[in-house]
């Protein structure tokens, strides 16, 4: 067990070298799944993980308060099945695409329906079958979806980066497109797009999680 001080934890933006200096989402799951203190943890499937640093840092500091409580449930979320990636980053782009920027949709249009393209080749259906949800939201933005399939249909149909290079910066997009969009209620979205990665990432693992969670109560004050 890792000896900090978490007398008065911050939950804040960025890196933090240890828990004096305050903390991030993913740092406090690496203490509290008993890992060193690091904002990379194991614990954790690496690419909701990135969503939940993106929201961390994205959220404002008096909308992140909420943020503490969902900490927990990310431990031990470490499936390994391909749909992850791929359905992971349509939920976030789904819940951002009516709502951010232009230049934005249009880079997550291209993203979406790249990730149904791998989505489609795992299981079996055509190309061109998209998820409803993905369908619907893809509909919303007409413009964008339709210079984002002219695109495709022009680019190379293997997509061997989808799950290092382009699904990150996708989710990335999306969170900070919804940050900055001309909304009401940017830290609630941030926070249903948390929600929704972290119950589809939880969707796909198929034996439950045996990693020891901490059971002392740690005194967030954020």
């Known amino acids: 067990m890792n000896n900090f001080d978490l007398s008065v934890p911050v939950l804040s933006r960025g890196k933090h070298r240890n828990p004096r200096k305050g903390a991030c989402f993913m740092e406090f799951a690496s ?20 969503v939940a640093r993106d929201v961390n840092d994205c959220t404002t500091d008096a909308g992140r308060t909420r943020l503490a ?25 789904q819940h951002a695409l009516p709502v951010v920027s232009q230049e934005r949709q249009y880079i997550l249009a291209v993203a979406l329906l790249v990730g149904e393209r791998q989505l489609a080749l795992i299981d079996g259906r055509p190309l061109d079958d998209l998820e409803p949800e993905s369908r619907e939201v893809l509909e919303s933005v007409p413009s964008a979806t339709k210079w984002a399939r002219s695109f495709t249909s022009r680019a190379h149909r293997g997509t061997p980066d989808f799950a290092r290079r382009t699904a990150p910066r996708a989710v990335s997009c999306a969170v900070e497109g919804i940050s900055q969009a001309c909304v009401r209620n940017p830290d609630e979205r941030l926070f249903d797009l948390l929600t929704a990665a972290i119950e589809e990432t939880r969707s796909w693992v198929h034996t439950p999680a045996e990693r020891p969670v901490r059971q002392e109560v740690v005194p967030f004050n954020v």
Do not use: K, M, N, Q
């Not at 203490?31 to 990135?50: F, I, K, N, R």
């Not at 099945?81 to 992971?88: A, L, M, N, S």
């Open 31 to 50: 203490y509290l799944a008993g890992e060193p203190w690091s904002d990379h943890p194991s614990c954790t499937h690496a690419l909701l993980a990135g």
């Open 69 to 93: 409580p969902l900490i927990p449930s990310v431990i031990g979320l470490t499936p390994d099945d391909p749909h992850v990636v791929p359905r992971v980053t349509a939920r976030c782009i």
